[in-house]
């Protein structure tokens, strides 16, 4: 079983920057892509970033130019550098990675909270 660990919330002024990473406790196989998503209280979770396994990226309207996601393969690791925080980025950040085979559910952390403030 693969686990996902998310690291890097916490609480941060409106303007500020935090990276999240996401470290897997193993190589993980058939994987479309890697992604962080978010669910502010009272809403959806909503997909912020995404990384596939060829390198392309995509993200939400609302974080482009601010958000990058990148990832580490020889570690396992990817990654959420957020610049120019905004209140309305205040969220539980969740992990996940999208399994080839959509039969199987995907693997998802824990979430990390990303608190900013005003």
């Known amino acids: 079983q693969v686990q996902l660990v998310e690291s890097g919330g916490g609480l941060v002024q409106a303007g500020g920057s935090l990276r999240l990473s996401c470290a897997a406790s193993r190589r993980i196989f058939s994987i479309n892509a890697m992604g962080w998503y978010r669910q502010a209280p009272g809403k959806q979770r909503e997909l912020v970033a995404r990384?596939?396994?060829?390198?392309?990226?995509n993200y939400a309207d609302s974080v482009k130019g601010r958000f990058t996601i990148s990832r580490d393969n020889a570690k396992n690791t990817v990654y959420l550098q957020m610049n120019s925080l905004k209140p309305e980025d205040t969220a539980v950040y969740y992990c996940n990675a999208e399994r080839t085979d959509r039969r199987m559910q995907d693997y998802w952390g824990q979430g990390t909270q990303v608190t900013v403030s005003s």
């Open positions: 990384i596939t396994s060829g390198g392309s990226t």
